[in-house]
């Protein structure tokens, strides 16, 4: 059974830094795209990040260029989202997807995505 586990939210405060994780199960991420999105409450699901398994690319939302990298762990079968400089605004349910073939397009459309996690939730407060 093909299956993905996300981990590592938690309360943090403005400024503070947390890495999520998303473990894959089942399946190996080789031909994959892995993509990060958040939900906040009232609002739709957003884009975060990107990472093409295949060739290794990567690609960000505006909205955490310079402070959210994607990453992956091989050995593991998992992929990271670090988290830097978290404002209030990051305060989301956090969730990882892959697709299978990877995507060179589109990544943003969570509609492509074949598996999904059931999220960590992120809270940046004071």
């Known amino acids: 059974q093909r299956q993905l586990v996300e981990s590592g939210g938690g309360l943090v405060q403005p400024g503070g830094s947390l890495r999520l994780s998303c473990d894959s199960s089942?399946?190996?991420?080789?031909?994959?795209?892995v993509g990060w999105f958040r939900q906040a409450p009232g609002k739709e699901r957003e884009y975060i990040s990107y990472?093409?398994?295949?060739?290794?690319?990567?690609d960000y939302a505006d909205s955490v260029k310079g402070r959210f990298t994607i990453s992956r762990d091989n050995p593991r079968n998992t992929v990271y989202l670090q988290m830097n400089s978290l404002k209030p605004e990051d305060t989301a349910v956090y969730y990882c997807?892959?697709?299978?073939?990877?995507?060179?397009?589109?990544?943003?459309?969570?509609?492509?995505?074949?598996?999904w996690g059931q999220g960590t939730q992120v809270t940046v407060s004071s």
């Open positions: 089942g399946f190996t991420l080789d031909l994959y795209g």
């Open positions: 997807a892959a697709v299978s073939p990877a995507l060179f397009r589109d990544t943003a459309k969570p509609n492509l995505y074949d598996y």
């Open positions: 990472l093409n398994c295949y060739d290794g690319r990567t």
